[in-house]
């Protein structure tokens, strides 16, 4: 597989356009129903770009990187040339949720990795997932991804529906944590860049470690109660935010305390 047609303007679509037309691969259309994001996806890719399904270019694989709730409208609508591969780039979506079409040939490809309009990334450090019902399809669906990505896994739905649930709990919460406490500092007239040097060493010791719970520390690893009751008395103000404070410490203690017992 050579020819390549992205099918949305979204941001994994806007990072998968840059990695495919750097690879050597032919990106050869941008199918997008929003004009003006799919001129841009287009132009950073340098390819041609249609709202027109009935001017959908010819290919071997069409990628659909469009919402979890779209895709199997977009696979359904779209005319898909006889024998070519229908892929999409979800990681809680099922594969047959891809309409089981005797003309096309269905896969999942999933790289896990956020994604964020205008920030282009290393595509090649990003895990990529496959997944296909097609057992004569699995070479070549490897041999395309690994074109874009070094380190390419194949996983069934059940599986990849974890990684994803991992990766929501791994960088979305972890980001919204990173905004929360923007919010309490910004409350203490202070800027949020005091506390980004302690944001890159807790990631760095975590990517440095065999797991995340070996460099666990504050007050809820340590079981200080008289810490954490002073911590919530600060958010007496916000009864949602103390509550999400109390789960999480008491998630530490139970996750570091069984962590502990396992490496006795």
């Given amino acids: 597989m050579e020819r390549a047609v992205i099918i949305g303007s979204g941001n994994l679509a806007e990072a998968l356009a840059r990695a495919v037309a750097k690879s050597g691969l032919k990106l050869v259309q941008i199918f997008a129903r929003n004009a003006a994001r799919g001129q841009q996806v287009a132009a950073l890719a340098a390819t041609q770009w249609t709202s027109d399904p009935a001017r959908l270019a010819e290919a071997d694989i069409y990628l659909i990187a469009v919402s979890d709730r779209a895709v199997a409208e977009a696979a359904a609508s779209l005319p898909i040339p006889a024998g070519a591969v229908v892929a999409h780039t979800a990681g809680s979506v099922p594969l047959e949720a891809l309409p089981d079409r ?25 895990p990529v997932f496959l997944e296909t019902d097609d057992e004569a399809l699995r070479p070549e669906l490897e041999a395309f991804a690994r074109r874009l990505s070094r380190t390419v896994i194949w996983a069934d739905s059940a599986c990849r529906a974890k990684a994803h649930l991992a990766a929501v709990f791994a960088c979305n919460f972890v980001n919204h944590m990173y905004a929360v406490g923007e919010g309490i500092v910004r409350s203490a007239g202070l800027p949020f860049d005091v506390l980004k040097p302690l944001l890159a060493e807790t990631a760095a010791k975590a990517l440095d470690a065999a797991s995340p719970a070996d460099v666990q520390t504050g007050p809820a690893v340590r079981n200080d109660t008289g810490t954490r009751a002073r911590h919530c008395a600060l958010l007496d103000d916000d009864l949602q ?22 490496h006795e």
Avoid: M
């Fill in 102 to 126: 005797p003309t096309t040939r269905r896969a999942v490809f999933y790289p896990l990795q956020t994604f964020t309009k205008g920030r282009e990334v290393d595509f090649s450090q990003i």
């Fill in 241 to 262: 935010l103390k509550n999400i404070y109390s789960i999480i410490s008491n998630s530490i203690w139970a996750v570091s305390y069984t962590h502990l017992r396992a």
